[in-house]
């Protein structure tokens, strides 16, 4: 193969003019980062340095080139600007979710604290009612931040009791504002008890309903079975689903699969911590 043969076609421009450039004297070195072929058909990103040789006498002999494969580099490189990017994205996105329900909580409060009087009882305890669950929303996105945090400095623990999964699931149901468009939630199965942290199966449990109720078709069923060595929590719905594509990036941290503001699981955290709490209790 020639030097044409194996250079990416955009590159090659560049690459035959700083040959020439070589050659010709005109440089007496050159340095350039280009993109070779692979044999694999995968694109090799390599830094090439070139020389000409002379003699005693100074007329050209032959050229040198010096062909460093850089690619896992370059793709670090790459990694890390995404990772950057996701992380600037997340920040703005957190500054968000949490404006949102803070706004609620102190504009209710500040009604009640300056217009008590003004307002019916039937009113006042409508304002409490939103003030409690946009504060239920503030601790479950705080809840989901420590956790993220805690997993990548590698703090984070578990604690492993008996849990009656059936019992933690009701109770997160209980707790989770099922808003108007669900029309049915269905939970079956007999009680299943695994070993298991409370607060994080509940956390996992919250995570994975809340992405039904705001994601999902208006049907969600909550299946438990077990069998001798592992418990099960199936919940599914019969919305349109994550296109088949994203089903292993939805479990990276600050990935997304759908792209709605004021929701809390567009921090792109509730599958991540979710795995990783599974994880960590086995």
């Given at each position: 193969?020639?030097?044409?043969?194996?250079?990416?076609?955009e590159d090659w421009e560049e690459s035959s003019d700083r040959f020439r450039r070589v050659i010709t004297g005109?440089?007496?070195?050159?340095?350039?980062?280009?993109?070779?072929?692979?044999?694999?058909?995968?694109?090799?990103?390599?830094?090439?340095?070139?020389?000409?040789?002379?003699?005693?006498?100074?007329?050209?002999?032959?050229?040198?080139?010096n062909v460093v494969d850089i690619t896992e580099q370059v793709e670090a490189e790459q990694r890390l600007i995404?990772?950057?990017?996701?992380?600037?994205?997340?920040?703005?996105?957190?500054?968000?979710?949490?404006?949102?329900?803070?706004?609620?909580?102190?504009?209710?409060?500040?009604?009640?604290?300056?217009?008590?009087?003004?307002?019916?009882?039937?009113?006042?305890?409508?304002?409490?009612?939103?003030?409690?669950?946009?504060?239920?929303?503030?601790?479950?996105?705080?809840?989901?931040?420590?956790?993220?945090?805690?997993?990548?400095?590698?703090?984070?623990?578990?604690?492993?009791?008996?849990?009656?999964?059936?019992?933690?699931?009701?109770?997160?149901?209980?707790?989770?504002?099922?808003?108007?468009?669900?029309?049915?939630?269905?939970?079956?199965?007999?009680?299943?008890?695994?070993?298991?942290?409370?607060?994080?199966?509940?956390?996992?449990?919250?995570?994975?309903?809340?992405?039904?109720?705001?994601?999902?078709?208006?049907?969600?069923?909550?299946?438990?079975?077990?069998?001798?060595?592992?418990?099960?929590?199936?919940?599914?719905?019969?919305?349109?689903?994550?296109?088949?594509?994203?089903?292993?990036?939805?479990?990276?941290?600050?990935?997304?699969?759908?792209?709605?503001?004021?929701?809390?699981?567009?921090?792109?955290?509730?599958?991540?911590?979710?795995?990783?709490?599974?994880?960590?209790?086995?």
């Amino acid at each position: 193969l020639t030097i044409q043969d194996i250079t990416d076609p955009e590159d090659w421009e560049e690459s035959s003019d700083r040959f020439r450039r070589v050659i010709t004297g005109e440089v007496p070195s050159s340095r350039a980062q280009l993109r070779y072929l692979h044999r694999n058909g995968s694109k090799a990103h390599v830094v090439v340095s070139t020389a000409l040789v002379r003699d005693s006498n100074g007329r050209p002999l032959h050229l040198v080139a010096n062909v460093v494969d850089i690619t896992e580099q370059v793709e670090a490189e790459q990694r890390l600007i995404d990772l950057l990017a996701s992380k600037d994205e997340f920040v703005a996105s957190v500054s968000h979710e949490l404006r949102t329900p803070i706004s609620a909580v102190l504009g209710f409060s500040q009604l009640l604290h300056d217009e008590m009087t003004s307002f019916s009882s039937t009113e006042r305890m409508e304002m409490i009612q939103r003030i409690a669950e946009q504060s239920v929303d503030l601790a479950n996105i705080i809840e989901d931040l420590l956790v993220a945090a805690r997993a990548d400095i590698d703090t984070l623990t578990v604690v492993q009791v008996p849990v009656d999964l059936r019992a933690q699931t009701a109770q997160v149901l209980e707790a989770l504002d099922f808003g108007t468009e669900v029309a049915h939630i269905e939970l079956t199965g007999r009680t299943v008890r695994a070993l298991g942290d409370p607060a994080r199966v509940r956390q996992i449990l919250r995570n994975l309903i809340s992405n039904a109720l705001k994601y999902g078709g208006d049907t969600i069923q909550i299946k438990l079975n077990s069998d001798d060595t592992t418990a099960r929590v199936q919940v599914s719905d019969n919305g349109s689903g994550i296109p088949e594509d994203e089903w292993q990036s939805v479990f990276e941290l600050y990935q997304r699969a759908h792209d709605e503001p004021g929701l809390t699981a567009s921090l792109g955290l509730g599958l991540t911590i979710s795995r990783q709490l599974a994880w960590l209790m086995d």
